[in-house]
């Protein structure tokens, strides 16, 4: 038996023999203060298989992980609901507008979410490196829509989400971009439409992601006690959290009488803090307030287009810069002084994108949506001149300001197929471009795709048979 030249406890001298199947010593170090020193052994035993038994895991992080995996199962089991192959571009980013850029991915649509994978689900899982994830939309409070406008492809749709991510996916497939769109729709009408719910399912989630203080103290009771600085730390988390909650409920309520005792929209117009607006407005309505039965603003655009703008390559179907179409949609609705011949509205894509979403904005659109049905009819008969005899006389009957404003438009539109040869801009193309805008069934159903045939075949023939329909 010896002594430890730095204690008092005796060490155990194992001779070579002993070693391989008796106890190794192992010494540990303790520092308490800075003129005591203890230190402590601790045995270590081997089995003759030579494996050493894993000890118990003293970490409190560790051990409320393994608790916490143990106890609450994962919030939600998602089912894949579909997947497959489409076209993505991402658009926005928390609010952000990104440059459009198309690229093939692998769809996985679940009961909350989409993952966007570059390659097929069980592919990019066995390639996928460590911290690499696929993007993910969480499908809570997200809108889906058509958003032809937004690009030259067919068959493209837009989803917004809570954080302001915007997706456009497409397929030049129809039934299959339609699967697609009917899919998400119902995905995200399932989902609960009260915000508190889904906080509710966060907190459960967070909970299950993060340490709970309340779990720890009821399964972490075998654990000794902690050091002071780890109980203080703790104590200053519980009530850092306390606070902020108390912060966000005072701000809930505020919140709450504010909304509730605001004025209403006509209180405020009837006060004159509220002007009516251009986009947006009637049609009839608008005609009413500016004494006309053609707007103001849709004579201004067609003028600016037709003074600058009938020889530019893709007029009409090239997007102009969106935050300039919203500046000049902002400075029409305030009622401020127009003049389209400034240098700001220089880019002719931003006027003919203003006048597009004009007519996109009506509460109804220019083919009104009583005459959906009678104009799909008229178009589907088989002898051309019958066609042009039923469009003529649906026409007739529209009221005064959808029938002229239709009348000025596609006037101008015959101008911009006359220079098809320099503005590269057919009948067909126009048609493609106001069909969905100006014509569209108030409830949209299974056949949005033969509509959508129709809709632009309608428009194809108020341009090719402008003089006949509107002599």
Excluded at 31 to 53: C, F, P, W, Y
Excluded at 399 to 406: I, Q
Aim: proline share 4%.
């Amino acid at each position: 038996m010896q002594k430890s030249p730095n204690s008092d406890i005796p060490v155990e001298t194992l001779n070579p023999t002993r070693q391989g199947t008796g106890a190794v010593q192992m010494r540990i170090k303790n520092a308490n203060s800075h003129h005591d020193r203890l230190s402590q052994s601790k045995s270590m035993i081997l089995t003759d298989a030579g494996k050493v038994t894993e000890p118990i895991s003293r970490h409190r992080r560790n051990h409320s992980q393994h608790v916490l995996k143990d106890v609450i199962p994962p919030l939600e089991q998602l089912m894949v609901e579909k997947e497959g192959y489409l076209q993505k571009a991402k658009i926005a980013d928390g609010g952000k507008k990104l440059r459009k850029n198309w690229s093939t991915s692998w769809i996985v649509l679940s009961s909350r979410k989409i993952e966007f994978y570059k390659e097929s689900k069980q592919q990019a899982l066995s390639n996928m490196k460590t911290g690499n994830k696929p993007e993910s939309v969480d499908l809570y409070g997200a809108h889906i829509e058509w958003a032809k406008e937004k690009s030259s492809r067919k068959n493209v749709f837009q989803i917004t989400t809570l954080s302001g991510n915007e997706f456009l996916l497409q397929s030049d497939i129809d039934f299959i971009i339609l699967d697609w769109f009917h899919a998400i729709k119902n995905a995200i009408d399932r989902l609960p439409k009260d915000p508190s719910s889904h906080s509710r399912n966060l907190e459960l989630f967070k909970i299950q992601r993060s340490s709970s203080t309340e779990l720890l103290s009821h399964y972490d009771s075998d654990i000794k006690e902690q050091k002071p600085e780890h109980r203080k730390s703790l104590m200053f988390r519980l009530h850092h959290s306390a606070s902020d909650t108390s912060d966000k409920n005072r701000v809930k309520s505020r919140l709450k009488k504010f909304i509730t005792r605001r004025p209403s929209l006509k209180t405020l117009q009837e006060k004159g803090l509220i002007k009516d607006q251009i986009f947006g407005s009637h049609l009839h309505t608008l005609c009413e307030r500016e004494n006309s039965t053609v707007p103001r603003f849709v004579k201004q655009c067609i003028e600016a287009v037709e003074k600058r703008g009938l020889d530019v390559d893709g007029i009409y179907r090239v997007s102009g810069n969106l935050a300039t179409i919203q500046k000049l949609r902002f400075i029409v609705n305030q009622e401020e002084k127009l003049n389209l011949d400034d240098s700001q509205w220089e880019d002719i894509h931003v006027v003919t994108g203003a006048l597009k979403m004009f007519f996109r904005d009506l509460p109804e659109p220019l083919f009104p949506y009583s005459f959906f049905e009678q104009f799909v009819e008229a178009i589907k008969k088989q002898d051309n001149n019958t066609r042009i005899e039923a469009i003529k006389s649906l026409v007739q009957k529209l009221p005064p300001p959808n029938r002229d404003t239709m009348k000025v438009l596609f006037g101008h539109l015959t101008k911009i197929v006359a220079r098809a040869s320099k503005n590269l801009m057919s009948t067909h193309s126009l048609g493609i471009v106001f069909g969905p805008t100006l014509l569209r069934a108030e409830n949209e159903t299974g056949n949005m795709a033969v509509h959508m045939v129709y809709q632009n075949q309608i428009a194809e023939l108020m341009l090719s048979a402008y003089d006949q329909i509107f002599s």
